[in-house]
């Protein structure tokens, strides 16, 4: 390089490039005067008293990168020979506010674009997924994305009843109780004076009658037109002797009688 005063008054343009020494900056360098191509090499190639401007042919242009992701917003860009603080090379971002939307981002099923190709959701993939109790237990079904919201599309009452009514240890209507809507009918059991009541209880799935007949007489020797002994029969050894010419009515002389049904016989 040729060192020459800048701005003193020289005849001679001694690097050929057409500028005198009086305004050539470098008279000693052919690509350094007054109207050269301004590169980015560290150097004033056009004489105007800055080094890589951002007019230089061979500038960058970069672009804002907000959210620190690696891609900048395409409509925020600025040439320079250097990055600015937070700006990036690579365009692209169509959601500067959001690391997670960028090219190449994960599309996620939340309505927006995240992998920034100008729709939403479009890689969303159905998982299979299973649902149901009781009956229902084990209903398969697959998970869809719709307006921005994952659906499982598993029912979790398919196959299951109206009700639960029946006692059968199962969840019929796949509400997670078990029998919950059986209703038990009323039960008798026992004969006589054993006659009794209860319900049809349904425990753990089983049918339990509670009906529990009365403890019976040995015998039906009581002349009280009860069934005392609980066979089906009313006073039937109920027998007495009476004196026939003391009280047996006009007419009737010698012998015995039987009271039954209150009455001698």
Known sequence: TLEIEYGSRCPEDLDGDGATCDVDCD???PDVHPGAEELCDGRDNDCDGSVDEGDASDAVLWFADLDRDGFGDPASATPACQAPPGWVDTAGDCDDLDDLVRPGGTDLCDGFDNDCDGTSDEDFEPRPTTCGVGVCAGNVGTTRCEAGRVVDGCDALAGSAPDDALCNGLDDDCDGSVDEDYLPPATSCGVGTCAASGLLECVSGWLIDTCQSGIPAPADVLCNDLD??????????????????????????GGSSAWRAGSWT
């Open 27 to 29: 008279d000693g360098d």
């Open 228 to 253: 005392d002994d609980c066979d089906g029969s009313v006073d039937e050894t109920t027998w007495r002797r009476r004196p026939d010419a003391a009280r047996a009515p006009a007419g009737r002389r």
